[in-house]
Structure formats: structure tokens, C-alpha cells
């Protein structure tokens, strides 16, 4: 079986680690990994779309795993995670690439396709709401700020990242295994996640990217919409973000679908990794 290749490439004044996989001649699809991943949280799409003749880049975003990690906080703000993706996709030699993206990695991708439309071929989302869509929902039901309380925690300087490390970072891997149905990620996937948030910054960077976006989140216009045709797929036991997100996240689609799965968390791409990437191959194989 054809190994995951691991490079750097230079993007936006930073290098960023990327895992790659598949035929190179093939069309691109991009994978954009959310809080707390790196690119190892997709290794089952990785390994699915490169066997149907995708080439498949994830990469470790600013501030996570191998990748390069500023210091300061605002240059995790999402122009400069946009920026990021958008040399990115300049680098991979294709005029489109496919978008993915959860969670965090989601919300970069709604922005990059919502200001560069055209880099990308179709965009495919993993519950993580529109931001004008979240907006609306917030104001309607402000249940969705307890469900986000931990944002507001995230702000506290030095805190946040001296907690989570502590006791072999006990409350980091408690978080994803209580928020996940039973059984989801196996011992060797916390050992590497445990790898990934020891790297010298990174869990301090990873949380930067809360501390720089509060102003973004507060952002929204209800005239961001999306042209690209979009795929949302949720899992609606998401204990973060309501599935609701989801229907209105498609109101701000021009051309948008979407599948909600009952049985699925926010990890519904470690849950059920073999239906994620055959949706996924699906919607973006399709003429």
C-alpha cells in the first residue's frame, strides 16, 4: 500500500507540514483539520480518497503539530489562516482544489471559499456552522453561548494551556472521549494526539487561534454568501454546536445540500469513517 508522504511547504511567509497521499496527477482535494486535530484526525479520508485517484493534502494548520507556530496572537487571526490555505492551493499546481474542513478547519474554509471562489472546485463541510448562520442562530437561541462557554475560557492567558497539559493532558484527551460516542479514539490515536500537543507551543498556538478571533466571530453580514456548490454533513449530536446549524448554514449556499446523521457527534469523520468518505467521494465525484 502506497505510504503517506510527509513535506513542507512555504505559504504565506510559513511552513507548514503536510501529509499527502495519492496519485499526483490526480485532482486535489484539501483537508482542513479542526481543535484539537492535526493531520492524522483525517487518516481514514486520506487513505480513502487517494485510493480512488484523489491527490489528498492535509496539512497541520498554524500553530498545530509540525508546523511553523508565530508567536504572537494575532497572526492566528483568520486572515492569516485563510492566507495560509489560499498559497496553499497555489502551491499544489492545480487552477481548483476540492475544500474540506472541520470544526475549526471548517470555518476557514467557508472564508476561503467565500473570498476566493475561484480556487475551489466544490467545498465539502464537517459540522461547522456559516458564520452569518451561527449569528442568526445565537440571537434565537442563546443556549448556543453555554454550548460555546469554553471560547470565553480559551481567552485567559497562559491558563487554559497549562490545564489541559496537566496529568499526560488527562483533560484534553477526557474532552474528546466524553464529547465522542464510546470507543471512538483508541489508545494509539490519544498517543498521538498526546505527541502532537507536547510539540514545544503548540497547544498554546492552537488556542491562539480563539484568543485572535473573537472580533471575526462577531463578524458575520447576512451577504456572505457562498457560490460554490457545498456539501454539509453533521452529526447531530454534537455537543458543541446544534444540528440546526446546519439547515441554516445552507441558506447561505447558492448551490447547497447537506446530510444530518443521527447516531454521529462532532467526530463523525473518526465515527463513521467509512460513510464520511464515501459522502464525500460522492459529492465531489459528481458532474
Same mark, same amino acid.
Given at each position: $500500500?502506497?505510504k503517506?508522504?510527509?513535506?513542507? #511547504?512555504e505559504?504565506?511567509?510559513?511552513?507548514?507540514?503536510?501529509?499527502?497521499?495519492?496519485p499526483?496527477?490526480g485532482?486535489?482535494v484539501?483537508?482542513?483539520? =479542526?481543535?484539537?486535530? @492535526?493531520?492524522? =484526525?483525517?487518516?481514514?479520508?486520506?487513505t !480513502?480518497? !487517494?485510493g480512488? =485517484?484523489? +491527490?489528498?493534502?492535509?496539512?497541520d494548520? +498554524?500553530?498545530?503539530?509540525l508546523?511553523?507556530?508565530?508567536?504572537?496572537?494575532?497572526?492566528?487571526?483568520m486572515?492569516?489562516?485563510?492566507?495560509?490555505?489560499?498559497?496553499? %492551493?497555489?502551491q499544489?499546481?492545480?487552477?481548483?482544489?476540492?475544500?474540506?474542513?472541520?470544526?475549526?478547519?471548517?470555518?476557514?474554509?467557508w472564508?476561503?471559499?467565500?473570498?476566493y471562489?475561484?480556487?475551489?472546485n466544490?467545498l465539502? &463541510?464537517?459540522?461547522a456552522?456559516?458564520?452569518?448562520?451561527? /449569528?442568526?442562530?445565537v440571537r434565537?437561541?442563546?443556549s448556543?453561548?453555554?454550548?460555546?462557554?469554553?471560547?470565553l475560557? @480559551?481567552?485567559? +492567558?497562559?491558563?487554559p494551556?497549562?490545564m489541559v497539559? +496537566?496529568?499526560?493532558?488527562q483533560?484534553? *484527551?477526557?474532552?474528546i472521549?466524553? *464529547?465522542?460516542?464510546?470507543g471512538?479514539?483508541?489508545?494509539?490515536d490519544?498517543?498521538?494526539?498526546?505527541?502532537?500537543?507536547?510539540?514545544?507551543?503548540?497547544?498554546? /498556538? $492552537? %488556542?491562539?487561534?480563539?484568543? !485572535?478571533?473573537?472580533?471575526f466571530?462577531? /463578524?458575520a453580514?447576512?451577504?456572505?454568501? %457562498?457560490? #460554490?456548490?457545498?456539501y454539509?454533513?453533521?452529526? $447531530?449530536?454534537?455537543q458543541?454546536?446544534?444540528?440546526?446549524?446546519?439547515?441554516?448554514?445552507?441558506?447561505?449556499?447558492?448551490? =447547497?445540500?447537506g446530510t444530518?446523521?443521527?447516531?454521529? *457527534?462532532?467526530w463523525?469523520?473518526?465515527?463513521?469513517?467509512?460513510? %464520511?468518505?464515501h459522502l464525500?467521494?460522492? @459529492? &465531489?465525484? !459528481?458532474?
Amino acid at each position: $500500500m502506497e505510504k503517506i508522504e510527509h513535506v513542507y #511547504v512555504e505559504t504565506n511567509g510559513i511552513k507548514l507540514h503536510v501529509a499527502q497521499k495519492g496519485p499526483k496527477e490526480g485532482e486535489v482535494v484539501l483537508l482542513l483539520h =479542526g481543535f484539537p486535530e @492535526f493531520w492524522y =484526525g483525517w487518516k481514514h479520508q486520506i487513505t !480513502a480518497l !487517494a485510493g480512488n =485517484g484523489f +491527490r489528498v493534502w492535509a496539512p497541520d494548520q +498554524r500553530g498545530y503539530n509540525l508546523s511553523d507556530k508565530p508567536k504572537k496572537v494575532r497572526e492566528y487571526q483568520m486572515d492569516y489562516l485563510v492566507e495560509d490555505i489560499v498559497g496553499l %492551493i497555489k502551491q499544489t499546481g492545480k487552477e481548483k482544489v476540492f475544500l474540506v474542513g472541520h470544526d475549526w478547519g471548517g470555518l476557514v474554509a467557508w472564508k476561503v471559499a467565500k473570498e476566493y471562489p475561484e480556487l475551489i472546485n466544490k467545498l465539502v &463541510i464537517l459540522n461547522a456552522p456559516h458564520l452569518s448562520a451561527m /449569528s442568526k442562530h445565537v440571537r434565537k437561541h442563546p443556549s448556543q453561548l453555554l454550548k460555546s462557554s469554553y471560547i470565553l475560557f @480559551f481567552q485567559l +492567558r497562559g491558563i487554559p494551556e497549562k490545564m489541559v497539559s +496537566r496529568s499526560d493532558w488527562q483533560l484534553a *484527551t477526557e474532552a474528546i472521549q466524553n *464529547t465522542s460516542n464510546e470507543g471512538t479514539f483508541s489508545k494509539n490515536d490519544l498517543k498521538e494526539y498526546r505527541l502532537a500537543w507536547s510539540k514545544p507551543n503548540a497547544m498554546q /498556538s $492552537m %488556542i491562539n487561534w480563539y484568543r !485572535a478571533n473573537l472580533k471575526f466571530f462577531a /463578524s458575520a453580514k447576512v451577504t456572505d454568501q %457562498i457560490t #460554490v456548490p457545498t456539501y454539509v454533513i453533521w452529526g $447531530m449530536k454534537d455537543q458543541f454546536l446544534s444540528w440546526k446549524l446546519a439547515e441554516k448554514s445552507l441558506e447561505f449556499c447558492d448551490q =447547497g445540500q447537506g446530510t444530518l446523521l443521527g447516531e454521529s *457527534t462532532h467526530w463523525l469523520h473518526h465515527e463513521k469513517p467509512e460513510q %464520511i468518505s464515501h459522502l464525500i467521494t460522492n @459529492f &465531489i465525484s !459528481a458532474i
